[in-house]
């Protein structure tokens, strides 16, 4: 039976991972709006990714007895102009995420909740290849630039992204 404390973390970690699903389509959308389809392509990819690491969570709390609490998602805000902020902003994102699984992490560890801390450190090495999926992307952008050029080309690699988990949340759990 998990705590208190680890359930309302685990909800909080959720409404987080929402939250991230949410911007990374907002900027999915200015992206597409922008004429970056292929980026778009890989935000809106980055988006189903989110929403599956919310789910996993979601469906943990089920299998253990627990109720999912599902709070308001404030609205993104996009503030970034072109392609190397919106990925800098990305990488910012993905680094508040990190230190938020690693004190869900820590919780567990504090209350020797070891069925939830197995479950955490998936998330510590998915968070792992988040970041250095975005550094990658960004030392890229260093090296061609902001020309047309460039980004055409970032604009082709990045479209290529699929989805690498289920899209289909209905069995996660």
């Known amino acids: 039976m998990l705590s208190k404390k680890i359930v309302d973390r685990i909800n909080l970690q959720i409404n987080r991972e929402m939250y991230s699903a949410n911007l990374y389509m907002a900027m999915s959308a200015k992206l597409n709006d922008d004429g970056y389809k292929?980026?778009?392509?890989?935000?809106?990819?980055?988006?189903?990714?989110?929403?599956?690491?919310?789910?996993?969570?979601?469906?943990?709390?089920?299998?253990?007895?627990?109720?999912?609490?599902?709070?308001?998602?404030?609205?993104?805000?996009?503030?970034?102009?072109?392609?190397?902020?919106?990925?800098?902003?990305?990488?910012?994102?993905?680094?508040?995420?990190?230190?938020?699984?690693?004190?869900?992490?820590?919780?567990?560890?504090?209350?020797?909740?070891?069925?939830?801390?197995?479950?955490?450190?998936w998330y510590v090495d998915e968070q792992v290849e988040e970041e250095q999926n975005v550094v990658d992307i960004l030392q890229t952008i260093e090296v061609i630039g902001d020309g047309k050029q460039g980004l055409f080309m970032l604009n082709i690699e990045l479209g290529k992204r699929k989805p690498s988990i289920p899209l289909d949340f209905t069995s996660i759990g």
């Open 38 to 121: 292929g980026i778009s392509t890989w935000m809106m990819t980055q988006y189903h990714e989110e929403m599956f690491h919310a789910m996993k969570l979601y469906g943990y709390l089920q299998s253990q007895g627990a109720s999912p609490a599902i709070e308001k998602i404030d609205a993104p805000a996009i503030k970034a102009k072109s392609v190397k902020e919106i990925f800098s902003a990305t990488l910012e994102h993905e680094k508040f995420v990190t230190a938020s699984i690693r004190e869900l992490l820590e919780l567990a560890i504090s209350e020797k909740d070891y069925a939830t801390e197995n479950l955490v450190r």
